[in-house]
């Protein structure tokens, strides 16, 4: 529904006078004289005084006629009546229709909304999805299960949220991979941090992913049942929408640079480090199942300020077999028969930072 109205307001007599004054030749080239003094001059002056007048009132459009369209939206007259869609909606957690009903009851109890408030309203509660259509939709209604998690009683360990949602069609379904929110823990063991560079001006630092304790999973394992939930109804009868978590890629990482001269190499290291955790984050820029580029990661560390000379650079991934996605092997084709190379590094889904291992030369040490 649009309601992008052109402005009608904005055309004055003299210029509808101009107009249809250049149109007389295309009906009739006997009509010569355009003076005031014309009879038929006359005439066309009154008409296009009734006609700007004509189109104030057009643009000019009651605030009740807003009012009126806001409440067509949601089918209530008021916004205290019910209907089997408005007590629907409650079951189902329609949070577009809730929050656009209640502007109606702003709008009843005397609250000064103007054109542009109702229309905003009216527009946020068109725009958005209710069935999951496309992938789009399934995100967006994937991030509102937030919303009814919010609803709950609070209980502690606080319940997981959604971080990001990606919808991927694979095969004849569509597949909505969730990230939640927990956050890893890193440590920085002692023995490999250490406080001050050595004889040669060297000094490591070394990040490290601590593995998941059972009370994340089961905080996913919830999280996920509780998307599935709220998307079962919103799917149409045929399609299938699947909810699953995300895959995340554990990555190493292996810095060594050399500082500029005068460049403390604690100080390089701690920018260093930021940096690259900050680009491992799975945000909403990053793209799903796209890897981490050599590219980017040389341009960001050269970009650090004190680092003179990128001297080493690793980039692994966690080595996954899946043979599905690394050969198509016929029926008559032994494992055995494949050539012994190292197994491939295989990206799939989010980064998930393992461990980052930095190392900063001194100048002149």
């Known amino acids: 529904m649009a309601f992008e109205l052109p402005n009608l307001d904005t055309v004055s007599a003299q210029q509808l006078l101009a107009e249809l004054m250049r ?28 006609g700007e007048s004509l189109l104030y009132q057009t643009n000019a459009i009651p605030l009740e006629t807003w009012q009126n ?78 919303q009814v998690i919010a609803q709950q009683p609070p209980v502690k360990p606080p319940p997981a949220l959604v971080r990001r949602a990606d919808a991927l069609v694979d095969d004849q379904q569509t597949v909505v991979h969730i990230l939640d929110d927990a956050t890893p823990v ?16 060297g000094l490591r630092n070394l990040l490290m992913l601590q593995p998941a304790g059972a009370s994340a999973t089961a905080a996913l394992t919830k999280l996920l049942a509780t998307v599935t939930t709220y998307l079962a109804p919103r799917v149409l009868l045929g399609n299938r929408v699947s909810v699953v978590g995300a895959t995340l890629t554990p990555i190493t990482m292996t810095v060594r640079v050399v500082c500029q001269p ?28 796209q890897p981490p580029s050599v590219a980017n990661l040389r341009h960001l560390i ?19 077999a899946i043979l599905s996605k690394t050969a198509q092997l016929g029926a008559t084709t032994l494992i055995a028969d494949l050539p012994q190379t190292p197994p491939a590094m295989i990206y799939a889904g989010l980064p998930l930072l393992r461990c980052l291992d930095l190392f900063a030369q001194e100048v002149g040490s």
């Open 186 to 201: 890193y440590q920085r063991p002692s023995c490999a941090n250490p406080k001050a560079p050595d004889a040669q001006g």
């Open 262 to 289: 005068h460049a403390r190499a604690s100080v390089v290291l701690a920018a260093l480090s930021s940096a690259l955790f900050d680009f491992f984050q799975p945000g909403a820029d990053w793209v799903y199942d």
């Open 23 to 50: 149109r007389i030749p295309m009906f009739t080239p006997l009509w010569t004289d355009f003076n005031e003094s014309d009879p038929g001059i006359t005439v066309l002056e009154m008409l296009c005084w009734v």
């Open 69 to 146: 369209m806001l409440r067509l939206c949601l089918g209530l007259a008021n916004s205290t009546d019910t209907t089997d869609y408005s007590v629907a909606a409650v079951k189902q957690n329609d949070f577009a229709f809730l929050a656009l009903q209640a502007v109606l009851a702003r709008m009843e109890q005397g609250a000064p909304l103007d054109r542009e408030a109702l229309q905003a309203a009216v527009l946020t509660f068109r725009r958005a999805p209710y069935l999951a259509l496309t992938g789009p939709d399934v995100e967006q209604l994937a991030m509102e299960t937030n």
């Open 302 to 320: 050269a970009a650090i300020p004190g680092v003179q000379t990128l001297a080493r650079m690793d980039l692994s991934y966690a080595p996954t």
